[in-house]
């Protein structure tokens, strides 16, 4: 069974479109974060959730929106798509052990 | 701000030797230090994890250590097998857990 899965796994649209990644854990933990890697490899975090309530949000743009409808979900929309948005988006999750589990990745390329 | 330096260039070893990976920070203490592996196309996976008042931990042919006066960790991979080849990842806790710094990772490449 897959602990954090994402969909889709590639993602390639036009500029000025939405979009919008879902992310789900059957692990039962409780905080869920979205990550942003770019080009050059840095993992960077956008958002932190616990218990469906948003914790951190690393001053990102509004155009993202994180929507958490329970533990297990933790959804990614973008409105407006910019070229500097194309990246890999990483879900993931965390217990009380103290390790994160990430999903798959999603990339994302914007034209 | 928070920085966490890795080397940046690729660390190519011969199999069966040992690869150590450096992982420096600044401007904190924090409460424990993650180690994930990353192969290309997938998520970061967990390795190990160290608390401050622990110096070593090992897991099979891994090993970390963490010196909070230095502010590094060292990520020890023993009897190296091409397998190994990777980019590994630290990962620094703040704000009670609910936020993580990454370092930029280093790619090791073990030859045959």
């Known amino acids: 069974d897959t602990a954090v899965s994402q969909t889709p796994k590639y993602l390639v649209t036009q500029m000025g479109n939405d979009k919008s990644i879902k992310c789900e854990q059957n692990?039962?933990?409780?905080?869920m974060y979205w990550y942003k890697q770019d080009s050059k490899k840095f993992l960077k975090i956008m958002f932190s959730?616990?218990?469906?309530?948003?914790?951190i949000n690393e001053t990102v743009p509004n155009r993202f929106s994180p929507k958490s409808p329970d533990k297990a979900h933790l959804n990614l929309h973008i409105n407006s798509l910019e070229l500097g948005d194309s990246a890999v988006y990483f879900c993931a999750s965390m217990g009380s052990t103290d390790t994160q589990y990430f999903g798959p990745g999603t990339r994302l390329t914007v034209l | 701000s928070q920085k966490i330096e890795q080397n940046s260039e690729a660390l190519n070893i011969q199999e069966g030797k040992t690869a150590t990976l450096t992982c420096n920070y600044t401007?904190?203490?924090?409460?424990?230090l993650q180690w994930y592996r990353q192969d290309p196309g997938r998520g970061p996976v967990f390795l190990l994890l160290i608390r401050e008042n622990e110096k070593e931990k090992r897991k099979e042919r891994l090993k970390v250590t963490f010196d909070t006066t230095l502010k590094q960790s060292l990520f020890h991979i023993t009897a190296s097998q091409p397998a190994d080849s990777a980019t590994y990842l630290c990962?620094?806790?703040?704000?009670?857990?609910?936020?993580?710094?990454f370092g930029s990772g280093t790619k090791l490449n073990v030859k045959p």
């Open positions: 692990l039962g933990h409780d905080t």
């Open positions: 990962a620094l806790p703040l704000y009670n857990f609910n936020k993580f710094y």
């Open positions: 401007n904190y203490s924090p409460a424990y």
């Open positions: 959730y616990n218990n469906k309530e948003l914790i």
